[in-house]
Structure formats: C-alpha cells, structure tokens
C-alpha cells in the first residue's frame, strides 16, 4: 500500500459505528440470526473470484450489512451459553483492534529491533504465572501464526528432543 484509500476514513468509521452499537445492544441482540438472514448471506458469496475489486468502502458495507447479520449475532454477550470462545472485555476487544491494524509478525522481528519480541516475551509469561507453571521450565516461548507454524514449531520441538534423548 503506497498511499491510503481515500474510502479508508468514511469505512474506519463505518466499522467504529457498528462495533460501538452493537457492543451497547449486545445484552438484548438475538443469539441466532433469523434462517432468511442466514440464506441471505450465503446466497450473497461469489461464485467465482470477481475480476475487480469492490473498494474499501463497498466492501465494508458489505461485510457489515450482508454477512455479518448472518453470523451469531451475539455470542460474547452475556446469554451465550455455547462453547467460550468468543467471549472477549472491552478493553481485549480494543486491544485486538489496535494490534490488527499494526499487523506485527514478531516471527521476522529481531530482539532489539523493536519492543515486539519483548512483549511477547512477557506476555508468554504472564499466561505461565496464571496457569502457574515455573517461568524457567518453558524458555523458548512464542506464539504462533497459525495451523503451519504450529506444525512447524511442534516439529521442531519434538526434534530437538529426540536429539537430546
């Protein structure tokens, strides 16, 4: 990216307006969408891959007002009962925000270079301290990108223990 979108700004607010109302109506939002909703949604999915792109504007509205609606609507509020994984506090969901919009791949970052490998570093163990589990027991703390780094790191994990064994 060169240059930012001159739709960037009008669709950042866009997405501030629909995090902010639905976080202040997410006690009284239906956990289920609707079943037309839902059809809905599907039905709007390309088929094929578009020649050209819709712009980051049209493309906001659309996730806002087409495929959202068909997702559950309110499953880190306080009358989901599924499975605990999408509730969030508030000042997680902001965190999450504001670490996507900076996109850091601590992976390719180098102590020193940045605080990034710090942080995590940090934050590896405090997670250790909440499930306490000694510091010194885990030295080699990092998290993970994703389904192949996992396989890759767990890979090597247990290579560099049946070398040591």
């Given at each position: 990216?060169?240059?930012?979108?001159?739709?960037?700004?009008?669709?950042?607010?866009?997405?501030?307006?629909?995090i902010?109302?639905?976080?202040?109506?997410?006690?009284t939002?239906?956990i289920?969408?609707?079943p037309?909703?839902?059809?809905?949604s599907?039905?709007?999915?390309p088929i094929?891959?578009?020649?050209e792109g819709k712009?980051t504007?049209?493309?906001t509205s659309?996730?806002?007002?087409?495929?959202?609606p068909?997702?559950?609507?309110?499953?880190n509020?306080?009358r989901?009962?599924?499975?605990?994984?999408?509730?969030v506090?508030e000042?997680?969901?902001?965190?999450?925000v504001?670490?996507?919009?900076?996109?850091?791949?601590?992976q390719?970052?180098?102590?020193?270079?940045?605080?990034?490998?710090?942080?995590?570093?940090?934050?590896l163990?405090?997670?250790?301290?909440?499930?306490?589990?000694?510091?010194?027991?885990?030295?080699g703390?990092t998290?993970?990108?994703g389904a192949?780094a996992?396989?890759?790191?767990g890979?090597?994990?247990?290579?560099g223990t049946?070398i040591?064994?």
């Open positions: 990216m060169s240059q930012p979108s001159p739709e960037f700004d009008d669709s950042l607010e866009q997405v501030l307006n629909h902010r109302e639905r976080h202040h109506n997410l006690p939002l239906p289920l969408s609707p037309q909703t839902i059809s809905e599907i039905a709007s999915l094929t891959l578009p020649h712009g504007y049209e493309t659309y996730l806002i007002n087409t495929l959202l068909g997702i559950l609507q309110a499953q509020g306080p989901y009962f599924g499975f605990v994984v999408g509730g506090t000042s997680a969901q902001l965190a999450e504001l670490s996507s919009s900076y996109d850091e791949n601590v390719v970052t180098l102590p020193g270079v940045t605080a990034s490998t710090a942080i995590e570093s940090r934050t163990e405090l997670v250790l301290d909440l499930v306490d589990i000694p510091k010194e027991r885990y030295l703390r998290i993970t990108t192949t996992s396989n890759v790191l890979l090597g994990k247990f290579l049946a040591r064994s």
